[in-house]
Each structure stands twice: as C-alpha cells, then as structure tokens.
C-alpha cells in the first residue's frame, strides 16, 4: 500500500496531539510541532530561515539546519495551522496554552494577535464556519467555545456540556456550510450550527480525536482505547484495543479514491482502516508512541505522502505505491484473506460438528435419560421472555432499573451476557447463577450513570439443568431515555419547590405517547383532559412532576436543572418543536451561582493582588542583585552576605506566592467551568432562537459583571 520513502532524528521530545503542517511562505510544507520544554519546533527542508533574532525565534543554534525553534514560554495544550485571509495562500501557526492563544506568522517572525482565554485553548481548529464569510480560528475550553477573526475579536462565543478535547469542522447537514462537530469530556459529541446544538451522540469515554473523512463520514478517538466512524449521526463501526489512540487522520492509502482512517497508538503502531467496515489494510510499527500524524508533499514532487511522528522525535514519511502495484498487491492480498477466511469457517464447522458428535453418544444420552429430560436439544418453540422493571433503594443496595429473562418451558437459564455502552465497566458483564440455583426465571440489575437510550444486546444459555452443552439465544432490548425515574403516587409526595413552564401547541395524547415511550412504566399511562404524573430518582431520591393543561401549559417541577432540560430537549426532539421558549425558577440552582459569580470575582481580585505583588517581589530582587555584586567588586563581603541572603528569602516567597496564585487559578477555572455548565444547563431549557439568544445574553451580562441581569437571563430568557 505504501513504502517507506524518508526517516528524520529531529532530538526534540514532541507533545503528543500537537503537530501540525503548514505552508508558511504559501508553497513550502513545514511540519510543525509542540515539544516538552514550551517550545515549537518549525523543519523545513526546503529553505532555511533567516530570522534577524527577534520575536520568538531562538537564537540559540540547533543542531539541525533544517529546524527552527518558537519560544513559547508556557505549557502548550493545543497547535494547529491555517489561514485566515481567502485572498493568501500562506497559513499562521496556532498555539494554544492553558490561558491564551497566539497566531503567528512564521514567514515575518511577527505576532498575529495574542489573546487571553480564561477557559484555556485545549483544542484549535482554523477554517469557515457557519455563515461567517471569512475564515476563523475556533478554541475550545473549559465547557466553552470562542471563534475569532483574523485581528482576534471574538465573532462567536457558546457553551457545551464539559471541557472541550478535540474539534473538526463537516458540512454535517449538507447546506454548504461547515458544521462544528465538538468532542467533549462527558463522553458526548455534539454538532453545532453557529452557535446551535443541532446533534448529539453519546459514547462511553472522553472523545479525544475528531478527523474528517468524507463529506458524510467523520472518525473518532476516545480515552479507553475506542476509534469508530460515524455516517453522519449513526455510527458504522467500532474497535477497541488495549492500547491508547494518540492520533488519527484521514489519508486514501490505497490509490482506490476513499480515504481510510490512520491510527497511531500509544505502541507505536500505525494501521489503515476501511472507513465502511474497519477492516485493516495497512499497518507498520515505530518504536515509541505516535505523537501526530499528516500527510503533505512534503518532497515537492508532487505526490502527498503519509508523515508519523513519535513521542522521541522520530519522523517516517510513508509515500503510496503506484496504482498498478497496488492492484497486483491487492490481488494477492484477496485470496490470501479468502483463504484464511475460509480456513477460519471449516474451523467453527468442525467444532460444531465435534459438538454434535459428543451430544448424540449413547453414553451421554443415558446418563441424562435417568432424569428424564432430553439432553441433546431444548423444545424448538422455547423463547425468553424480558421485562424491564424499577427498584427502589434498599438498605445499601441503591435504586437501579433491572431486566427480569423468563423462558416459556421448564428449561433453566444457565448463564447471560451483556453488551451495553456506559453501563457496565468494560462494557461487558456476565451473569451465571450458582448450580443450585439455578431457574427458569433471572433477575439482572443494570445502574445507569446518565439518562440516555442504550442498547442492552445479551446471549442468553438456556439448557436443562443436567445440560453440559447450552443454546444460545440472543436478545436486545432499547433501555428507555429516562429509565432511572419510577412512577409514585402525587398525593404522597412533597412537590419540588423548583419548576420550568413553557407552552407548547399539540394534544396532549403526544405528550403521553412520549411519556411511555421514555419511562418504565408498570402499566400504560393515559390521560385525556390534563397529565398529572410523578416520578422518584432513584439514583438521589428526588422527585419529577409533570402537569400540562388542555392550552397545551407543561410545567415540569425538579429541583434538579439539567434534568429539567434533559427532558425538554427529549420532548422537543420528539414532537419536533424547533423554537420554544419558558420560564424557570430554581431557587438552589440559583443561590449555588450567585455563590460562584462572587468566587470568581474573590479569585479575580486575588489574582490581580498576586500579579502586583510578583512585579514588586521581580523589581526588588533586580535590585538586590546589583548591590550584591556590587558589594563584591568592593570586596563587601559582608553587604554581599547579606544581600543574597535577602535574594534567598525574597525568592522564597516568591516560590511560595507562585504556588498560591497556582491554587488560585485552579479554583477559578473550576468555577468557570460551573458557570459554563449553569449557562449550558438554562441554554437547555429553551430551544432554537430561544437559546441561542439566551447564552449571548448571558455572555453580554458575564462581561458586564451584572449578575443580577445573569440571573434574570436564566429565569427568563431575557435580559
């Protein structure tokens, strides 16, 4: 598929997710990247730089000609590479830290702009967005996300779920405007149109990686080792390994026109996989972890090749073979599979026939004969019955929602595995009762972490209970949205004092439909004139009530915010509602704000005292260094004692006021990150215009520090 054709010892430890490439002067490709040291690296084999010395090139000589070394000063989070004029064809260098962004233009050794982000830059991604004309640099932070232009004014600022890991911009809705697909760390991506969450998939660890691979395709990578392809919102495939996905790119490999989804692992090894199946078709090893992976023409002939970087400064770049090579090799390479396909088939038959063999010997057959039971089979008409029912907390054991598996005959279930996303760890779990215990009846507990459908896939033994060999019955079932919510009496519970009213123009039959549709329920819910229904959490014992009148009123009473807007996007999403407003008052909700709105404000201030104080501390320990060597050339060997004794104790509090203003930073960048979450949560309340008029407010009145105007935006929608 393709050859190795350069290998490259840079000695510069490169940051992993950090490495980029980018046509500087608009015709030269220059691989970029993030070392451990806080700078960036700039090799370009094709002509050598000649900085004067300012700006932020290094001065220092490197060892290879060919590289060029960017201080930075601060730990990057973030690099990526792009243009933000349509009209040039050269790209700025993107660095993101975790309190600021810089754009720079390598060509000019100049800065762009430099900007401070209080949410930090964990991901950049540089290109046309939405209904913006021109292009811009789009940072993910802390719960938040800030598109700007190309002198660094912010064009566009919304807020997400968790902190932000990668992004990627796709013409997801197919309108000829790019989409921002957002990976985030509670495990879900979302798909923004400007700043509206138009899609949303779920997965079961943080998304670190998003690349683009087709106009409808788009691959992932997350935390526990998982990388998949999705067609638009449904996802075609997935593997899991052992190791780390450090990074993914899209690259046709094969010269067939489609591009495949490359791996880099944590290994070192590098594979290709079809985009439709996830078949392998290529793979090769490095000897340390990947740290980037790109493709460029990186030896200007023409042919873009596939370039790997590892952790250690490796550089391989891999270049496709002629598309006549590939054929033969591909031919070659289809009845090899074949045949180990076919092998892998006469393989199962043989062991099936083995098993078949064994259960028909006469001398099995007599030993099970003695209970009276057949033993080489069960009834052809056995089927499993399944349930899905709530349980409250008892004694320690805490509420959950369980399965309950029932077989039709007097055949006893052996033994069950389950298959579920973020349900069981590992995604697996197996149920196999005791022998003396086993029945035809089986209870199975499943504890749900997030309110969100999944698919409960289980293989279900079933055999008599003398039976050494056991059927196989496969079975899913869809676990509703909203399963961890059981129905109670209204009369006998304390209704929360928290609530969300809104109005909506359908029957009140729909409303129920949906209400069956995502609850359990023991019996059906029904409902002509009004609805009236209450539910306990079973994962904290709160309660949920739902009212709505004959004018189509709902007012949904929790004392919980973000299920309170779980359940307005459910039912939006399902009545296909486009734009609703409403009306909310959480009392606690609101007091725990007001609490952080006055944090941040403490922390600010505090921050500032600090930065005064290591100013003043930076000038005085100036000064006591010339008069300590001056004391020395005047031979005061008593005035230099005593001097750098002060040095000492100056830069012991200076040591001790870093660690401070560390702290500090720590706890104002998690109350960032709630109010964030506070705006995402009352964002979630209302939709469409409704919403994204709510976080712009919000965003104005954060600016304005008025968070009296905050909180009236959150009850209201409006300032």
């Not at 060029?68 to 349509?86: C, E, P, R, Y």
């Not at 990388?227 to 390994?241: A, E, P």
């Not at 209204?490 to 969300?500: G, T, Y």
Request: charged content about 20%; overall charge negative.
């Amino acid at each position: 598929m393709v050859v190795p054709i350069f290998s490259l010892k840079l000695n510069n430890k490169i940051c992993s997710r950090t490495v980029a490439i980018g046509k500087y002067d608009g015709i030269h490709p220059c691989l970029t990247a993030a070392t451990l040291a806080g700078k960036v690296f700039i090799h370009n084999p094709h002509q050598q730089y000649s900085f004067s010395g300012t700006g932020r090139t290094d001065i220092e000589p490197v060892v290879d000609s060919n590289l060029s070394l960017l201080n930075i000063n601060s730990v990057i989070s973030s690099l990526t590479t792009g243009s933000l004029d349509s009209s040039k064809e050269s790209d700025y260098l993107f660095v993101g830290t975790k309190t600021n962004i810089l754009a720079y233009d390598v060509h000019n050794n100049t800065d762009i702009f430099y900007k401070d982000l209080p949410d930090g830059a964990n991901a950049i991604k540089c290109g046309n967005f939405g209904a913006i004309q021109d292009p811009v640099v789009v940072v993910g932070g802390n719960c938040s996300i800030i598109a700007l232009n190309n002198i660094g004014e912010e064009v566009l600022w919304t807020v997400t779920g968790d902190n932000v890991c990668s992004l990627e911009l796709i013409d997801f809705n197919n309108d000829n405007l790019n989409e921002l697909l957002v990976g985030s760390e509670d495990f879900d991506i979302r798909i923004f149109k400007d700043d509206e969450i138009i899609g949303e998939m779920s997965e079961t660890e943080a998304i670190l990686d998003l690349v683009k691979l087709s106009p409808n395709h788009f691959g992932y990578a997350l935390a526990n080792g998982s990388v998949g392809v999705y067609d638009k919102n449904i996802r075609t495939w997935r593997i899991k390994s052992r190791n780390n996905a450090m990074a993914i790119h899209s690259f046709d490999i094969n010269a067939d026109g489609v591009p495949e989804l490359i791996t880099g692992w944590s290994s070192g090894k590098i594979d290709a996989r079809n985009i439709k199946n996830g078949e392998i078709v290529f793979k090769c090893n490095m000897d340390h972890s990947i740290a980037g992976i790109i493709n460029a023409d990186y030896k200007m002939d023409g042919i873009d090749q596939l370039i790997c970087c590892s952790t250690e400064g490796e550089v391989r770049g891999y270049k496709p073979m002629p598309s006549d090579v590939i054929n033969l090799t591909s031919d070659r390479n289809v009845n090899q599979d074949a045949i180990r396909d076919m092998s892998q088939k006469k393989q199962n038959l043989m062991l099936e026939l083995s098993n078949l063999e064994e259960a028909s010997k006469p001398s099995v057959q007599t030993k099970f004969d003695e209970f009276g039971e057949q033993s080489n089979g069960i009834p052809a008409n056995t089927q499993i019955q399944s349930k899905f029912c709530t349980i409250f907390q008892n004694g320690s054991i805490k509420g959950h929602v369980a399965i309950q598996l029932k077989t039709n005959n007097n055949t006893v279930i052996r033994a069950v595995i389950n298959f579920a996303e973020g349900i069981f760890k590992g995604e697996s779990y197996v149920v196999h009762p005791p022998e003396n215990r086993l029945d035809s009846q089986l209870t199975i507990p499943l504890f749900l972490p997030k309110d969100v459908a999944v698919d409960l896939h289980m293989q279900i033994m079933v055999g008599y209970e003398n039976s050494t060999q056991f059927h196989v019955i496969e079975q899913t079932r869809l676990i509703p949205t909203f399963a961890m919510y059981k129905k109670v009496d209204l009369a006998e519970i304390e209704e929360p004092k928290s609530f969300v009213t809104f109005t909506i123009s359908e029957r009140i039959q729909r409303v129920v439909l949906w209400i069956n549709n995502n609850f359990i329920l023991d019996e059906e819910y029904e409902a002509d004139s009004n609805i009236n229904i209450a539910f306990m959490a079973l994962r904290d014992n709160t309660y949920l009530i739902f009212l709505m009148e004959l004018n189509g009123q709902m007012t949904i009473k929790t004392d919980d915010m973000e299920l309170a807007g779980n359940l307005i996007q459910s039912l939006c999403t399902n009545l296909k509602i486009t734009d609703l407003h409403s009306n909310c008052d959480f009392p606690k909700e609101l007091e725990n704000l007001q609490q952080i709105l006055i944090q941040i404000e403490q922390f600010n201030s505090v921050r500032q005292q600090l930065t005064s104080q290591m100013a003043d501390h930076a000038n005085l320990i100036r000064s006591l260094v010339v008069r300590a060597e001056d004391s020395r050339l005047m031979d005061d060997i008593v005035g230099m004692k005593r001097n750098y004794f002060e040095l000492m104790n100056m830069n012991r509090d200076l040591i001790n006021g870093y660690k401070i203003r560390s702290n500090n930073h720590k706890e104002l960048l998690e109350n960032v990150k709630s109010l964030n979450q506070y705006i995402q949560k009352a964002g979630n309340l209302r939709m469409g215009k409704y919403k994204s008029d709510l976080v712009s407010s919000a965003r104005l009145a954060i600016k304005q520090n008025n968070s009296a105007s905050l909180i009236k935006i959150i009850k209201t929608g409006s300032p």
